[in-house]
T-cell receptor
Framework: AQSVTQLGSHVSVSEGALVLLRCNYS??????LFWYVQYPNQGLQLLLK??????LVKGINGFEAEFKKSETSFHLTKPSAHMSDAAEYFC???????????FGQGTELSVKP | ETGVTQSPTHLIKTRGQQVTLRCSSQ?????VSWYQQALGQGPQFIFQ???????GRGNFPPRFSGLQFPNYSSELNVNALELDDSALYLC????????????FGAGTRLSVL
């Protein structure tokens, strides 16, 4: 069965510092990969996705992620954290086009002034 | 804002009762997926509906059931509520054209006492 592992349930960075949220997946074939963000008392908002093509994917709000097949990873980064980035971040995989999303446990990002 | 609306936003029920949650999908989307997000966890796939037919189901008991209507809106019904059913229930819609992207509503927070 496919699974998604997010390393670190909580990450804290200072404003202006690099953000790195880690995600590894288990799959026999490269799945479709996603990062979603969830602000308090809200639903999930798509940050970025990888389906095919370029392995470095740029998303909204300055976030990007790189698909590394050899490492089965899809880590999320942002060069400079803003206070408004504080939220819960979920990595997810989709094995079949249009199928279900399988989510990791989430990483809560805190940004210190 | 995704255009996916869910109602009600909050709900309190007692153990053994039945509940119906509603989802209005984004315009032009014919696929609806439902997820359960327990506190501190990632969302778990319940089932998906495509053109009024169930199109995949997660590891949830039969007392979780659903419907999709001709206008592609959807309902999630849960019978014989248990305390562990307390969670945020998320609905997501997607289109025939871009099947991989699911747009989420803000969710319904269900508390079972």
């Amino acid at each position: 069965a496919q699974s998604v592992t997010q390393l670190g349930s909580h990450v804290s960075v200072s404003e202006g510092a690099l953000v790195l949220l880690r995600c590894n997946y288990s799959s026999s074939v490269p799945p479709y990969l996603f990062w979603y963000v969830q602000y308090p008392n809200q639903g999930l908002q798509l940050l970025l996705k990888y389906t095919t093509g370029a392995t470095l994917v740029k998303g909204i709000n300055g976030f990007e992620a790189e698909f590394k097949k050899s490492e089965t990873s899809f880590h999320l980064t942002k060069p400079s954290a803003h206070m408004s980035d504080a939220a819960e971040y979920f990595c997810a995989v989709m094995r079949n086009q249009g199928g279900k999303l399988i989510f990791g446990q989430g990483t809560e990002l805190s940004v210190k002034p | 804002e995704t255009g996916v609306t869910q109602s009600p936003t909050h709900l309190i029920k007692t153990r053994g009762q039945q509940v119906t949650l509603r989802c209005s999908s984004q315009s032009g989307h014919n696929t609806v997926s439902w997820y359960q997000q327990a506190l501190g966890q990632g969302p778990q796939f319940i089932f998906q509906y495509y053109r009024e037919e169930e199109n995949g189901r997660g590891n949830f008991p039969p007392r979780f059931s659903g419907l999709q209507f001709p206008n592609y809106s959807s309902e999630l019904n849960v019978n014989a509520l248990e305390l562990d059913d307390s969670a945020l229930y998320l609905c997501a819609s997607s289109s025939e054209v871009v099947k991989n992207i699911q747009y989420f509503g803000a969710g319904t927070r269900l508390s079972v006492l």
